[in-house]
C-alpha cells in the first residue's frame, strides 16, 4: 500500500491522454522560483501547462547557493539548446522569484522554534533564520539582488520578484525584470 495510490490513478488519466514533446525551449520563457508549501503551485496559481516553464522550489522559495547552481546549469543548457536567441539580457529566460504571506519559514523568527528546529534537522541556527520569509516582499528584493548579484548569474538572463497573497490568490510583482548587466551599473 501507498498513499500514492489515488495519485497514481489520476496519473493513469494523464497518461491516457498524454502527448510527449521534446526537450525545447519552455514556451513561457520563464523559470519560476517559489516555495515548496502545498498552498503555491505554480501550475495552479499561474496557470501553467506542460513544458511552459521549469520550475525550482525549496522552503521559502529562498535563492540559495543550491538554487544558483541550478539556475546557472539551466542557463548553460539553454545556451546550447537555444541557438536561434539574438543574445543579451532575458534572451534565455527570465527567473521569476515568488514569495509568499503566511508562510510557514516565517515561524523561525521565533527563538524557540527556531532552536527545536535547529536541534531537530542540525541546520545551524543562523541558516534558519536567514531563510525565514517574515517579510516577503523584503525577502524576495533580497534574493532577487542576491541572484543579480551572483558571478555566476548569465547577463543572457533577466530576474524579477512577485509575491503571492494566499489569502486574495493574487500575485503582485514588487521588482520588473532586470539583468545582472543592468544592475552592476
Ligand atoms: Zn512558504
New binding site residues.
Given amino acids: 500500500m501507498t498513499r500514492l495510490a489515488p495519485l497514481l490513478e489520476r496519473n493513469a488519466l494523464f497518461a491516457a491522454q498524454h502527448t510527449p514533446g521534446p526537450l525545447a525551449r519552455p514556451t513561457s520563457g520563464t523559470l519560476i522560483v517559489t516555495?515548496?508549501?502545498h498552498r503555491?503551485d505554480p501550475a495552479l496559481i499561474l496557470g501553467l501547462h506542460l513544458a511552459e516553464a521549469p520550475v525550482i522550489r525549496n522552503?521559502?522559495?529562498r535563492i540559495t547557493d543550491a538554487v544558483i547552481d541550478d539556475i546557472a546549469f539551466l542557463a548553460f543548457l539553454a545556451g546550447q539548446l537555444f541557438v536561434d536567441r539574438t543574445g543579451g539580457p532575458g534572451s534565455l529566460f527570465e527567473v521569476a522569484v515568488i514569495?509568499?504571506t503566511q508562510?510557514?519559514?516565517g515561524l523561525l523568527a521565533d527563538p524557540d522554534f527556531r532552536a527545536q528546529a535547529s536541534q531537530a534537522t542540525g541546520v545551524p541556527q543562523d541558516i534558519l533564520a536567514a531563510n525565514a520569509?517574515i517579510d516577503p516582499e523584503a525577502t524576495v528584493a533580497l534574493d532577487v539582488q542576491r541572484l543579480l548579484d551572483s558571478p555566476r548569474c548569465s547577463p543572457e538572463i533577466i530576474v524579477s520578484g512577485h509575491v503571492y497573497d494566499v489569502e486574495t490568490g493574487r500575485v503582485t510583482t514588487v521588482l520588473d525584470a532586470a539583468s545582472s548587466v543592468a544592475s552592476s551599473q
Fill in positions: 516555495c515548496l508549501d503555491v522552503a521559502g522559495g514569495h509568499h508562510c510557514g519559514s520569509v
